[in-house]
């Protein structure tokens, strides 16, 4: 008996370990790929999908690899970090009330506040993700390995050399 559990828990970490491909999550089956209205913007990266997710009535997404300027806290205790009402602004002005195509990374679906983590495809082909760094409005977040890091870091070397948003005199 107890060699039958010690090759069902060898092949449950195999399994874990063999990552991409070989088994799919119901966010990577669920959302990956798939293209759904925007609901509302939140701030720079985070916006809501009008598609349920659970109990709720949307499904909150926070972009992969940006992290946006914070806004002031609701109930005054956090002032807004410069360049935060412009960062939303921008992701309104691109996704609100439009279709947009998520994709998702197989080895990590959800943030830590139960976010789904994703870079969000507008309908020109572009990322918004990309988009809010080239305009200097997010520096490329390498807190967590993610397939783009290297590209991203790039668009944020450029806007650096731009000067522009976060990086401007």
Do not use: C
């Amino acid at each position: 008996m107890l060699l039958l559990l010690l090759g069902v828990l060898a092949v449950l970490v195999v399994l874990d370990r063999a990552g991409p491909g070989l088994y799919v999550t119901d966010d990577l089956r669920r959302y990956d790929g798939k293209t759904f209205d925007v609901a509302w913007v939140i701030d720079g990266d985070t916006l809501d999908l009008r598609v349920p997710d659970g109990t709720h009535a949307t499904t909150r997404i926070r972009l992969w690899g940006v992290d946006t300027p914070e806004k002031a806290s609701q109930d005054g205790s956090r002032a807004a970090e410069p360049l935060s009402e412009e960062a939303t602004a921008f992701t309104r002005g691109l996704v609100q009330g439009r279709r947009v195509t998520l994709h998702l990374e197989p080895q990590r679906e959800r943030g830590r506040y139960g976010r789904v983590l994703a870079y969000v495809e507008l309908p020109d082909g572009t990322l918004l993700n990309a988009r809010l760094i080239e305009a200097g409005l997010s520096p490329a977040d390498d807190r967590w390995s993610h397939s783009r890091a290297d590209q991203f870091a790039r668009l944020e070397a450029e806007a650096k050399r731009q000067r522009v948003g976060l990086w401007a005199p």
